[in-house]
C-alpha cells in the first residue's frame, strides 16, 4: 500500500473560498427551518371552523350523556395517568402518538389564534384500576380549540374521543413546546402532558367542594361534540 500524495496535482479550476458564505447560527431562522420540516396534514382533519358561542361552555352546560366519566373529578384516576404517562417508554411514546400529533400540530397552525389554544388528547385505557403505561392502548386528537372573539373556534373536533376513557388538555402555550405546539415533536408533547396531568392532580388534591372544576378545558370539545350529534 501506498500512500497518496497531492503534491504534483493540478486542478482544472482553483476555488475561490473567500466568496463562499457559510451562515452563522445567529443567522439561521431554527424556528423556521424546524416548521419546513414537519409536515401538515389538513385531510385528517375533522369539523374544521365549526364554532361554539362562549355562553355554551360557561356556567351550566350540557355534554352527551355518554361522556359524562370525561368531567368527573377523581385524583385517583387524574394521579394514576400522570404517573402512566411519566413511565411510558419514550420509543413507544413516539410509535403511538405519531399520527394524532401530526394532526394536532395541523389543527394548531389553522386556528385564527395558535397562541391561546388548547389541545385535547384523549387515551383509551385498558384497565379497570388504577391506570399504569401499560394500560394506554390508544392516544387521538379529540379536538384543538382557541377563543377568538365571542366564540370557541375548532381546528379539529373528533366526536370519536367520546369512547375514550380519559381527557388530557394541554394549552398550546405550554413552555414545553420551544418552537410551538404547531411544530411540536413528540417528546416535547410528552413533558407537556406529564406537567398538565401532575399540575392537575395537585390542584384537584386541594380542591374545595364549592370550587370550579378543574376539567375546564375540555368542556368546549364536549360541548361541541354533543352540538354535532344534534345536528344529525
Known amino acids: 500500500m501506498v500512500d ?3 503534491e504534483d496535482t493540478r486542478f482544472a479550476v482553483t476555488p475561490d473560498l473567500s466568496a463562499a458564505r457559510f451562515p452563522l447560527a445567529d443567522d439561521i431562522d431554527l424556528a423556521d427551518r424546524r416548521e419546513q420540516m414537519i409536515l401538515a396534514h389538513p385531510e385528517s382533519l375533522r369539523n374544521e371552523g365549526e364554532r361554539l358561542p362562549i355562553a355554551q361552555v360557561q356556567g351550566e352546560f350540557s355534554v352527551p350523556a355518554q361522556s359524562t366519566h370525561l368531567v368527573e373529578d377523581d385524583l385517583t384516576i387524574t394521579h394514576g395517568v400522570a404517573q402512566a404517562l411519566a413511565d411510558f417508554d419514550p420509543r413507544t411514546w413516539h410509535d403511538t402518538v405519531e399520527e394524532p400529533l401530526r394532526t394536532a400540530r395541523t389543527a394548531v397552525a389553522r386556528l385564527p389564534d395558535s397562541e391561546s389554544g388548547t389541545l385535547v388528547f384523549a387515551l383509551h385505557l385498558d ?6 403505561a401499560d394500560s394506554i392502548e390508544n392516544v387521538l386528537v379529540a379536538g384543538v380549540y382557541c377563543r377568538h372573539d365571542d366564540s370557541i373556534v375548532f381546528g379539529h373536533l373528533d366526536p370519536a374521543f367520546l369512547e375514550a376513557d380519559y381527557l388530557v388538555p394541554i394549552p398550546a402555550s405550554d413552555d414545553a413546546f420551544e ?3 404547531a411544530v411540536a415533536t413528540s417528546s416535547e408533547l410528552w413533558k407537556a402532558a406529564i406537567r398538565n396531568e401532575r399540575f392537575r392532580a395537585a390542584l384537584l388534591a386541594k380542591q374545595d367542594d364549592d370550587e370550579p372544576p378543574i376539567h ?6 364536549l360541548v361541541g361534540a354533543g352540538t354535532l350529534d344534534e345536528a344529525d
Open 4 to 6: 497518496p500524495t497531492f
Open 127 to 132: 384497565t379497570t384500576g388504577q391506570p399504569t
Open 179 to 181: 418552537s410551538g405546539a
Open 216 to 221: 375546564s378545558l375540555v368542556v368546549p370539545v
